[in-house]
């Protein structure tokens, strides 16, 4: 956490206790100590307009919104910062985003003694602030004398990985809070490969972050013959380098014209997906107009998140009015891919993150078979809640397949370990992200639209849509259905509640499931598996613990149970399967799964 800065933690304080039971005494404490917290914003070395900010949040009569944005401080985790903007020490601001890089840059500074000269990439979304929040950290990382290859203006996510790499930098930021509401900035930093931080660079710059004592600690006077700026040869390089990803040349000249929507739902995919389809030749790209225009308040959605059917609703709508072939979004950093097809009935469905990225594995070793590149040294990654399914496209084709952790940096990590030693396919997990390529190592929307056009040329090609295509997958493979459910317990109590849910799963296991017994049990927090029927029990190769739960059934069920790390919630993550033959037996695997998917969640309790 970062403490802005010499002030009381609050921390862990339960906000929803009341005012029942003494409720009031612990209010006015806690106002107090709040009060007190902004007092140091209001007589430190902060700027006029931030400083006036916090003298109306205290002067307010409604001590909400101060009590919100001064009573802990805004969280460094592993993953970076991600908060809603404004002032305080709970918030998205120029000084929690310049704490953050001090602390980065006094841990690269440790770290590349050696070098003569250390380097950095910085990008940004289409975010409010995001390119103010870019600006005032290459101006830190400058002061510290680090070089800082800037980018001239928004840019997705996965090409600050390929610039990393290019550059040969030590690390980046990325300013973006992802698919976050519109309130919300954040901050991803990454290392010398173009991934996210694990251990042990994660833990060590949360420690340098939280040693920024003081608003004085941060060189916010930059130097400018350190900044850099970059923009359309890189963009030039990365799409190049992207173009070399063809695996259907012929198939694609044959559909070049295919009708293709796209929609960046306002974001940074416009810089680059549209370029991207055009490489690899394709002609006929339908644009949602409303959506082309950059925005951080995302006028036309409530969420930028292609998960959500909202989020594609009027690229939908344009792909009715043009009869296209395919829909695809990307969220406002385009690092995640959401597609819609049409179903044996002509009508439009959204494709889920587990369809998408089976579809995506299951062409690129059809067709790396085909081209005779599969040698029984290539590999494919997925997280451990993702289809169960890939696992077995992958094994029946003699391709390594390796689980790892939820979050795509773990992804990042298995690429690390076998860069030199074996060859990457592609990798995923269930929320939508995929990479196609190793010279990036975070999730691509742009490689994957891309790719996901040339996968619908060479179904075409074929004779097949893409639902089609997917059918033949469950008929060839075994079908799967995932649902994922999350059961918010909010507050002190509902954090309690959900600790005491993981410990009897723990300790009183089910011995069935939707009337399946439970054969296996996988504990990412113990790293032990056990063999339920034996009681055998064998170590889990895994790089570190997770508080994860897994049962699996004798019928193929998995269940894979999750605290989230950042918000008063428990997942579950639920997979069933199934048998088709035919491509008439979908609509009734369909049916029998969601009706086992229902049996699976009497059985948890959800």
């Given at each position: ?5 010499k002030?009381p ?17 612990i ?8 009060t ?6 209001l007589?430190?070395?902060y700027?006029?307009e931030t400083k ?21 401080d ?5 993953g970076g910062?991600?908060g ?6 709970n918030r ?7 704490a ?5 840059s006094?841990y690269?500074l440790s ?6 000269q ?12 995001s390119r ?5 950290s290459?101006?830190?990382f ?9 980018f001239?203006?928004?840019r ?8 990393i790499r290019?550059?040969?930098c ?8 992802s ?11 990454y290392?010398?490969d173009?991934?996210?931080m694990?251990a ?13 004592k ?21 963009d030039?390089m ?15 000249e044959?559909?070049?014209d ?7 739902i306002h ?20 644009d ?11 006028p ?5 998140n ?6 594609l609703?009027?690229?939908v709508q344009k792909?009715r ?12 950093d385009?690092d995640r ?15 889920n ?5 089976l579809?995506?594995?299951y ?9 005779g590149?599969?040698t029984g040294?290539?590999?494919v ?5 993702t289809t ?16 790892c952790f939820?979050?795509?940096k ?6 690390r ?7 990457y396919?592609?990798?995923g ?23 996901m056009?040339e996968i ?33 317990r909010?507050g002190?109590?509902?954090?309690e ?19 399946s ?12 598996m056990?063999?339920?029927g ?7 190769d895994?790089?570190a613990?997770s508080?994860?739960?897994?049962f ?10 999750r ?15 199934g048998e ?5 037996d ?6 029998a799964?969601?009706l ?11």
């Amino acid at each position: 956490m970062i403490p802005l800065f010499k002030s009381p933690s609050l921390v862990g304080r339960d906000l929803g206790r009341g005012w029942g039971l003494g409720g009031r005494n612990i209010m006015e404490e806690l106002l107090k100590e709040v009060t007190a917290r902004a007092q140091v914003w209001l007589d430190g070395n902060y700027d006029a307009e931030t400083k006036a900010e916090v003298k109306k949040l205290m002067d307010a009569e409604d001590k909400t919104e101060l009590i919100e944005s001064f009573y802990k401080d805004l969280e460094f985790g592993t993953g970076g910062l991600r908060g809603i903007m404004g002032v305080g020490t709970n918030r998205m601001n120029i000084y929690t985003v310049g704490a953050a890089t001090q602390g980065l840059s006094n841990y690269l500074l440790s770290q590349f003694p050696h070098l003569p000269q250390i380097s950095v990439v910085i990008g940004h979304d289409c975010r409010n602030n995001s390119r103010k929040f870019a600006e005032i950290s290459a101006n830190i990382f400058s002061a510290n004398g680090i070089k800082v290859y800037l980018f001239e203006d928004l840019r997705p996510t996965p090409e600050i990985s390929f610039a990393i790499r290019h550059f040969g930098c030590q690390s980046g930021i990325i300013l973006t809070a992802s698919h976050n509401p519109k309130e919300y900035n954040g901050y991803k930093a990454y290392w010398d490969d173009g991934a996210q931080m694990i251990a042990p660079h994660d833990e060590n710059v949360i420690t340098e972050v939280m040693n920024i004592k003081n608003v004085n600690d941060i060189k916010f006077e930059g130097n400018n013959e350190l900044i850099q700026i970059i923009g359309k040869e890189v963009d030039r390089m990365f799409l190049e380098k992207i173009k070399t990803l063809i695996l259907s040349p012929e198939a694609i000249e044959r559909n070049k014209d295919l009708k293709i929507v796209y929609t960046p739902i306002h974001g940074t995919g416009i810089k680059l997906i549209p370029d991207a389809l055009r490489s690899f030749g394709f002609t006929n790209i339908i644009d949602v107009p409303e959506q082309n225009m950059i925005s951080g308040n995302f006028p036309t959605v409530v969420s930028p998140n292609p998960e959500e059917p909202a989020a594609l609703a009027m690229a939908v709508q344009k792909a009715r009015e043009t009869d296209a072939d395919i829909v695809m979004a990307s969220d406002p950093d385009a690092d995640r891919i959401g597609i819609a097809i049409k179903d044996d009935k002509g009508e439009w469905i959204l494709v889920n993150g587990n369809q998408t990225f089976l579809i995506f594995i299951y062409y690129l070793i059809t067709k790396w078979k085909e081209l005779g590149r599969l040698t029984g040294n290539e590999y494919v990654v997925k997280t451990i809640v993702t289809t169960e399914v890939m696992a077995d496209v992958a094994r029946k084709n003699g391709v390594e397949y390796y689980d790892c952790f939820t979050g795509f940096k773990w992804i990042a990590a298995v690429m690390r370990e076998n860069e030199g030693k074996k060859t990457y396919i592609g990798g995923g997990e269930e929320s939508y992200g995929f990479l196609a390529e190793d010279f990036v190592r975070d999730k691509d929307a742009v490689s994957a639209c891309a790719l996901m056009a040339e996968i619908a040329a060479w179904a075409k090609d074929n004779g097949k849509t893409l639902f089609q295509l997917l059918q033949d997958i469950y008929i060839e493979y075994g079908y799967g259905k995932e649902k994922g459910i999350s059961v918010v317990r909010k507050g002190k109590s509902g954090a309690e509640e959900i600790v005491q849910m993981m410990k009897n799963y723990r300790e009183n296991p089910p011995k069935e499931i939707a009337g399946s017994k439970v054969a296996t049990i996988k504990d990412f927090k113990t790293l032990k598996m056990t063999d339920v029927g034996t009681g055998t029990i064998t170590d889990l190769d895994m790089p570190a613990t997770s508080n994860v739960l897994q049962f699996f059934t004798e019928d193929g069920t998995k269940i894979s149970v999750r605290p989230s790390g950042t918000e008063p919630k428990i997942k579950f993550y639920i997979e069933v399967r199934g048998e088709m033959k035919t491509r008439a037996d979908y609509d009734a695997a369909e049916a029998a799964a969601n009706l086992k998917v229902e049996a699976v969640r009497a059985s948890m309790g959800v």
